[in-house]
């Protein structure tokens, strides 16, 4: 459990490198997303592709499988105190992972597929990444929720077995509202953000309480 445990703090760790990898990355290096005209985001993507394809890899493929190392170690911290929660975050946190891992490797191999196509017919290759585009969006649209959903109870279970740390826990609370509340069409942008910065700080301060603290109950 203890190996578990270390293992777990790593993946929290690296979830929040990942976020900011991510938020560098897709928003101050190659913003994709900036660019109306899906044949001129082909050829975006075409000018960089290795990069976004390792971005892409980092930030969603890896991201999730880390994704799903931190909830079974959190699984294993907390199942003791409050068993019918901690299963019930689980499987929110397992899914979780796997749905960013899918949208990454659909993201990866559509954006292959387009940059090989856009060669012989930009328009068509323009026209395939909407598809690509909207699958891709669809998964990462309703991620927020299903994260959110994970911290809340993840963050409610701690809270009521005492383990971690109470100020962690009532932040996890937060973070994890906010991100139930972005699927409201009207709050989406504003809480996406509020989710994802509140997200790098709890990863971060959760990390740290893994790596240094022992199953316990902590104050």
Not at 103 to 120: C, F, R
Not at 203 to 208: A, D, K, R, V
Request: with cysteine; aromatic share 12%.
């Amino acid at each position: 459990m203890k190996t578990l445990q270390k293992f777990g703090g790593f993946a929290a760790l690296y979830l929040a490198a990942g976020y900011i990898m991510g938020m560098i990355g897709f928003l101050g290096v190659v913003d994709v997303s900036s660019v109306a005209d899906p044949v001129q985001q082909v050829a975006l993507m075409a000018d960089n592709l290795a990069f976004l394809y390792i971005l892409h890899l980092l930030t969603y493929v890896v991201w999730g499988i880390f994704m799903v190392v931190l909830a079974l170690a959190l699984y294993e911290r907390l199942k003791a105190g409050s068993p019918a929660i901690v299963q019930t975050a689980t499987v929110f946190g397992i899914f979780w992972g796997c749905v960013i891992l899918i949208a990454g490797m659909i993201h990866n191999v559509g954006m292959q597929t387009v940059v090989d196509l856009y060669g012989k017919d930009p328009t068509q290759a323009g026209t395939v990444w909407l598809t690509i585009d909207s699958v891709f969006g669809g998964l990462g649209g309703a991620n927020e929720a299903i994260g959110g959903i994970w911290i809340l109870l993840i963050s409610w279970a701690a809270l009521r077995t005492g383990e971690l740390s109470k100020v962690l826990n009532y932040l996890g609370v937060v973070v994890g509202v906010a991100g139930i509340i972005s699927i409201v069409p009207a709050l989406g942008e504003l809480f996406i953000y509020i989710f994802a910065l509140g997200q790098i700080v709890w990863f971060i301060w959760l990390g740290i309480v893994l790596l240094r603290s022992n199953p316990s109950r902590a104050a």
